[in-house]
């Protein structure tokens, strides 16, 4: 019985060794590299919250310039897109 246990605490031991080797735990060690890690997240984040919101803009602008002939929506679409074009200048 305290073989069985001396040999879990081994494997224990050794697994907890592996653990602390795990770039994970490499890069939260220290508070300049949780600054940085982090830093680069937000840049990450931000990047891609600009690319979606011009991706989704240019599809919408897109999807109503098409509808323009619809006679009811026609007119706000023409005025929403010489608002754009004056906008781009």
Do not use: C, H
């Not at 069985?4 to 494997?11: A, T, Y």
């Not at 590299?33 to 990450?44: E, H, Q, R, Y």
């Amino acid at each position: 019985m305290i073989k069985d246990n001396n040999n879990q605490i081994k494997k224990l031991e050794i697994s907890i060794k592996n653990l602390n080797r795990q770039r994970f735990f490499k890069i939260y060690s220290s508070f300049i590299s949780i600054i940085f890690v982090s830093f680069l997240k937000g840049l990450a984040s931000g990047l891609g919250w600009v690319l979606g919101a011009t991706i989704l803009v240019s599809i919408l602008t897109f999807a109503l310039s098409q509808i323009e002939f619809i006679p009811i929506l026609g007119e706000w679409v023409s005025k929403l897109i010489s608002e754009i074009k004056k906008f781009d200048r």
